[in-house]
């Protein structure tokens, strides 16, 4: 999108100091050995999310569904943050900000607060900005921000791996009693398989985004033969 911008409204990444390695290394030892001597990474440069990417397709429903005047703003933001977790490449996020822009401006009762490609711009920062503040944010925060009502699943006081027992323990017994009842995933080889048949030039990247399948598990099926 900085393309069709001018030099001032193009989105920049990143900080650049002009503090000297040499002054750096007086100011900040710790930093410097780390850093420069020893070459180690930022925190956030590790940090990889694999979210599925339906989180992000639901997000942009309720968003679009839900959002208000006054809100809008924080919405896209969301989305923008949701689609580094959720793997979503910046030419489907730019076209979905451009969709969402237009319905969001629909919106405007006051010719003082149009919504405008200058706070696409800004939203879509939180996309190419390294900064993993936004992008482990709290349920409580985002509803606040957004007007979005969420909440969390109830596990009622059980851990996560309880929580999960229980559920398949659930579906067993439901799908004992009632045959139409199909608990579980579908087979994940068949998704890979039926994905390779409609995008054979595809990549495995691109069947991770659509997918939602971890990277290794598309690798264990990428070349078994489709079944017939």
């Given at each position: 999108?900085?393309?069709?911008?001018?030099?001032?409204?193009?989105?920049?990444?990143?900080?650049?100091?002009?503090?000297?390695?040499?002054?750096?290394?007086?100011?900040?030892?710790?930093?410097?050995?780390?850093?420069?001597?020893?070459?180690?990474?930022?925190?956030?440069?590790?940090?990889?999310?694999?979210?599925?990417?339906?989180?992000?397709?639901?997000?942009?429903?309720?968003?679009?569904?839900?959002?208000?005047?006054?809100?809008?703003?924080?919405?896209?933001?969301?989305?923008?943050?949701?689609?580094?977790?959720?793997?979503?490449?910046?030419?489907?996020?730019?076209?979905?900000?451009?969709?969402?822009?237009?319905?969001?401006?629909?919106?405007?009762?006051?010719?003082?607060?149009?919504?405008?490609?200058?706070?696409v711009i800004s939203a879509l920062a939180t996309y190419y900005r390294n900064d993993t503040n936004a992008f482990t944010r709290k349920i409580e925060y985002i509803s606040e921000r957004t007007g979005i009502p969420l909440q969390r699943a109830k596990r009622n006081g059980n851990t996560r791996a309880e929580h999960v027992e229980i559920m398949n323990f659930?579906?067993?017994?439901?799908?004992?009693?009632?045959?139409?009842?199909?608990?579980?995933?579908?087979?994940?080889?068949?998704?890979?398989?039926?994905?390779?048949?409609?995008?054979?030039?595809?990549?495995?990247?691109?069947?991770?985004?659509?997918?939602?399948?971890?990277?290794?598990?598309?690798?264990?099926?990428?070349?078994?033969?489709?079944?017939?």
């Amino acid at each position: 999108m900085n393309e069709i911008l001018s030099e001032d409204d193009k989105i920049k990444i990143g900080y650049k100091s002009k503090m000297s390695l040499e002054e750096a290394k007086k100011r900040y030892p710790d930093w410097y050995q780390r850093r420069i001597v020893e070459g180690q990474k930022k925190p956030s440069e590790d940090f990889v999310f694999h979210r599925h990417r339906g989180i992000y397709d639901n997000w942009k429903q309720k968003i679009i569904s839900g959002a208000v005047v006054g809100k809008r703003y924080y919405c896209l933001e969301n989305l923008c943050s949701l689609a580094v977790q959720c793997c979503i490449s910046p030419e489907e996020l730019e076209k979905d900000c451009k969709m969402i822009m237009e319905h969001f401006e629909t919106l405007t009762n006051d010719d003082k607060n149009h919504f405008t490609l200058s706070d696409v711009i800004s939203a879509l920062a939180t996309y190419y900005r390294n900064d993993t503040n936004a992008f482990t944010r709290k349920i409580e925060y985002i509803s606040e921000r957004t007007g979005i009502p969420l909440q969390r699943a109830k596990r009622n006081g059980n851990t996560r791996a309880e929580h999960v027992e229980i559920m398949n323990f659930t579906r067993q017994l439901k799908g004992r009693r009632d045959s139409k009842y199909l608990g579980g995933r579908p087979d994940k080889k068949a998704i890979v398989q039926e994905w390779r048949k409609k995008k054979p030039w595809g990549k495995k990247t691109d069947c991770q985004r659509d997918t939602g399948l971890s990277r290794p598990t598309i690798s264990k099926y990428w070349n078994v033969e489709t079944d017939e």
